[in-house]
């Protein structure tokens, strides 16, 4: 859930806990994160600067080594 400012964070929890108590449902706390300022998902870091990807795997993709023949840039693009 992102909000522009903490108290409207709250607001917006408030919302979400209060729906998910009327249908019944529960949420497990060792799986839950709140309040968080920047979040890891799907490879990529959440913030409010925007979405990027994760810096690991930048890394990965640079050190890659640079194709030199046909087969290799086929095969490298295929990977992507």
Same mark, same amino acid.
């Given at each position: 859930?992102?909000?522009? #400012? ?11 806990? #209060? ?62």
């Amino acid at each position: 859930i992102f909000s522009q #400012s903490f108290d409207q964070h709250v607001v917006h929890l408030n919302e979400i806990f #209060s729906i998910l108590y009327n249908a019944n449902l529960q949420l497990n706390p060792q799986k839950c994160s709140l309040i968080k300022s920047e979040i890891n998902y799907l490879g990529h870091t959440i913030n409010q600067q925007g979405i990027r990807p994760l810096q690991d795997n930048v890394d990965a993709i640079l050190k890659l080594p640079t194709p030199s023949t046909p087969k290799q840039v086929h095969s490298f693009v295929q990977a992507a």
